[in-house]
């Protein structure tokens, strides 16, 4: 074959494989602070769903889910492990706390959830969160409260300092646990001597934790697979639904968020890339979740927060406390603003808007569309927080539609008022509104299309 043959081939080869893709992942991601509802989506999806996968975060995420009345509380294992159908598999991108991982398994199997350990995959290339870790996080947190009189608000769950040894290359994956334990333990033993040369009231039990990782280990074992090559086969396999369940949120990300106040990781669409080993040619649908109205925990600004009656209104109605921290969320009206830079970043296909029924009792409900800054609009999402801290939010301004929406199953059961405000918020932000949520459990998601 000559030379030009030989590259006509290689064209349509390559032309064929990009054609032929493989099967498309569905991404699922908060477009606010976080505690959107991610959990729920993913849920009413992971029933059709072959695999579920997290791609980023610790168990500093919290997904409730409810089912047949049963709440179950997610932290590390993906949402869709109810579903006894489907694979759920837990990504590189992941740092795992092992003691953790098991109590969780372990405390849902209690409230009804069965045999999850032989449905979930664990990447070998995930790194691991080690107790020791969450002890550095809260000294971090105290140490940033004493020299700067703020901290960050982390959930001292030790995914900073787990991020922070993976990115530092001291990390410890779960392929190292499960292979030479001699040669673990020896690294194990430097990361504790490099933590306490930082942190001198630092204490570890060293053999105490080594003896409990090795009993981790061994229950670990039967689950760990190649992540990628899992991921590939996945992929080219058969025709699957693959759905990606993001933890965290656009601005808690550690690129695009309200930096310092943000997570370790990226919970935009990108992770989901890095996170899996999946190429972007493989991703489909991207779901963006936001609330109806917007919450945030612990500090950083946030533009549209109301420190009156309405915010009350919203965190008692909303019940709004974190899943994994139990503090009070902060609350505020709807931030156009924020949804659509996430929209920048992510490329939303559809928006879930959730928790429309809290909104259920207001006379008037304000919807932040811009920020201004010195009188002038700004087109931009700030970066600096100071700035951020400065804006004035624009607000349009909506009647209350004063009606029990609970109980609405479709479209056409939403108050006229009900749908505008939902229209409005589809054309501000250019994404279409696939989901409208009006309660906690899964029946409660009207689907538009």
């Known amino acids: 074959m000559n030379h030009k043959n030989a590259n006509q081939s290689a064209a349509t080869g390559q032309k064929r494989s990009r054609n032929d893709a493989g099967n498309k992942v569905t991404v699922v991601l908060g477009a606010q602070w976080g505690d959107e509802g991610k959990g729920k989506v993913v849920d009413l999806l992971a029933t059709e769903a072959d695999f579920v996968c997290r791609c980023q975060g610790g168990n500093n995420a919290g997904h409730t889910v409810v089912v047949d009345g049963k709440e179950y509380d997610f932290h590390l294992l993906p949402s869709g ?4 159908k489907s694979v759920s598999l ?11 991982l098991f109590e969780e398994g372990d405390k849902n199997e209690k409230k009804g959830l069965k045999g999850w350990e032989k449905r979930l995959i664990v990447s070998d290339r995930a790194h691991l969160v080690f107790d020791f870790h969450q002890v550095v996080d809260g000294l971090q947190e105290t140490e940033r409260q004493a020299q700067e009189g703020k901290n960050i608000g982390t959930t001292k769950k030790g995914i900073g300092p787990a991020y922070s040894s993976k990115a530092s290359r001291t990390g410890l994956r779960v392929c190292d646990l499960l292979g030479d334990f001699k040669d673990f333990s020896a690294r194990f033993k430097n990361l504790v001597r490099q933590y306490q040369s930082m942190y001198p009231s630092l204490t570890v039990d060293v053999e105490d934790q080594l003896k409990k990782l090795k009993e981790y280990s061994e229950r670990l074992r039967p689950m760990v697979r190649d992540g990628v090559y899992y991921m590939y086969e996945a992929l080219h396999g058969p025709p699957k639904k693959i759905l990606v369940e993001g933890a965290n949120a656009a601005l808690l990300d550690i690129d695009f968020g309200t930096y310092p106040f943000v997570t370790s990781s990226n919970c935009t669409v990108g992770g989901a890339c890095t996170g899996l080993g999946i190429p972007p040619l493989n ?18 600004a946030f533009p549209t927060e ?8 919203l965190q008692t109605r909303g019940h709004e406390v974190g899943v994994t921290t139990g503090r009070k969320r902060r609350c505020g009206w709807l931030d156009l603003v924020i949804v659509r830079y996430a929209h920048m970043i992510n490329g939303f296909t559809a928006i879930a808007l959730t928790k429309l029924d809290i909104l259920d009792v207001l006379d008037e409900i304000k919807v932040g569309v811009a920020y201004k800054l010195n009188g002038k609009r700004i087109p931009h999402f700030p970066a600096n927080m100071d700035v951020l801290q400065k804006v004035e939010v624009e ?6 539609w004063k009606t029990d929406t609970s109980a609405a199953r479709k479209w056409n059961d939403l108050p006229a008022k009900a749908q505008n405000y939902i229209r409005f918020i589809e054309n501000h932000i250019g994404v279409p509104i696939k989901w409208v949520g009006v309660g906690k459990s899964r029946e409660c998601m009207i689907q538009m299309f």
């Open 81 to 84: 492990i109810i579903n006894p």
């Open 90 to 100: 837990i990504g590189n991108g992941v740092v795992i706390h092992l003691p953790g």
């Open 283 to 300: 991703i489909g649908d991207v779901f963006g979740v936001a609330k109806a109205y917007t919450t945030r925990v612990g500090i950083g």
């Open 306 to 313: 109301q420190l009156n009656a309405v915010g009350e209104l």
């Open 395 to 400: 607000y349009e301004t909506f009647p209350g």
